[in-house]
């Protein structure tokens, strides 16, 4: 399997502008992330689906952020629009169905995004 | 709330040595602890994991510990290389399949 597909791997915008990001998970996993990495907050988890549906978003941070997952191979996340502050690199990871501990998360090589 | 601390932050040593990385969390009601390493420009990749019914877990020259009732973790580095330099982070599974993460060491091992 290739593993976990992001696109772009770098995305260079100036504010106001819409920014979409592109995430094709591992076939047979259920599951699926988003995070967003910054120097000052870390690794934080923006929103994951579990089948496509998503069950907690309590980390996006504003309405300005929307994800999808319209079928099993393809979710996107969508900025708009965006701004100075949402530059960071954004994470997409998948991982098998839960219920299992010795379960890990596979992630993507991330998106670096530069909003000027 | 979990939250989970690494410490250092930051550590540089020379080539060959032994070393401890620490990672400590708040809630012990975790399935499991993994340690994910992360190369500059790159995505996370896992380690090793540890189930919370288990106390370690090894895997060539790096042995991880897990103290559920401490609320703590140790990443072990035996003789350590240059190729060994990345960030080293760790994270707790709870409920709902997710991760929460530390901040991370950046190690960097000197030839």
């Known amino acids: 399997d290739a593993g976990v597909i992001q696109s772009p791997r770098h995305e260079v915008t100036e504010m106001g502008q819409e920014v979409t990001l592109r995430c094709k998970p591992i076939s047979g996993h259920d599951y699926l992330f988003w995070y967003r990495q910054t120097m000052m907050r870390g690794l934080e988890l923006l929103i994951y689906f579990n089948n496509n549906v998503p069950i907690d978003d309590s980390g996006m941070p504003e309405d300005r952020f929307s994800a999808k997952m319209p079928n099993a191979s393809f979710s996107t996340l969508k900025i708009q629009p965006s701004e100075p502050r949402d530059s960071a690199v954004y994470f997409c990871a998948s991982s098998p169905p839960d219920g299992r501990a010795q379960e890990t998360q596979y992630f993507g090589p991330g998106t670096r995004l530069l909003v000027l | 709330k979990q939250e989970v601390t690494q410490i250092p932050a930051a550590l540089s040593v020379p080539e060959g040595e032994n070393l401890v990385l620490n990672c400590s969390f708040t809630?012990?009601?975790?399935?499991?602890l993994q340690w994910f390493r992360q190369d500059p420009g790159k995505g996370l990749t896992s380690l090793l994991l540890?189930?919370?019914?288990?106390r370690e877990q090894t895997s060539g020259r790096l042995n991880a510990s897990l103290d559920k009732s401490s609320g703590r973790s140790t990443l072990y580095i035996a003789a350590s290389q240059p190729g060994d330099s990345a960030t080293y982070l760790c994270a707790v599974k709870r409920a709902g399949n997710m991760l929460t993460f530390g901040g991370g060491t950046r190690l960097m091992v000197k030839p």
């Open positions: 540890i189930q919370s019914s288990q």
């Open positions: 809630d012990s009601a975790i399935y499991n």
